[in-house]
């Protein structure tokens, strides 16, 4: 007998629960897990290695610039890296999805206000990097917000227009 499906408005904390844990063992979280971790490693190394030589060959306003840009970057990182342990610590049993629900585990939204990468001397792979972070970023974020956030409405349209906003949000670039 197969378990029936779950119902992705079901906002009761069983199916929540299920939700998270199903998640946290699925293939997709496996990839998602990888592609962070290894981009967390590939950008240390960069900023260890070559980012630092190249920072050093920029003016002042883009050296400025790359400092402000790789904090922002690692600091991003190092959020998605959390989020990510987090699942997998949900997956290995080590903490129940009520935990990882807490506001202290979740993605908050991102702050928009970013320097303007394009418009200084940045290297070509500093702003890879950047770019390549800011889409685990968001794609972590919107996978966090459908695990975890509670509907704000009990409305059947209101479910709707939220679905709705979410598959927009989705496919932005």
Known sequence: MTEPAID??????????????????????????EEGMNLVEETAAYLDGPGREESRQLSRAGAVAYASESMRLTTRLMQVASWLLVQRSVREGEMTPETAAQEKFRLAEEAKGRASAEDHEIPARLKDLLARSRKIYERSQRIDQGLYKTLKSANPVGKQVDRLREAFEARRP
Not at 8 to 33: G, K
């Open 8 to 33: 992705p408005l079901d906002d009761s904390t069983n199916a929540r629960a299920r939700r998270v844990r199903d998640f946290a063992s699925s293939e997709m979280f496996s990839r998602a897990f």
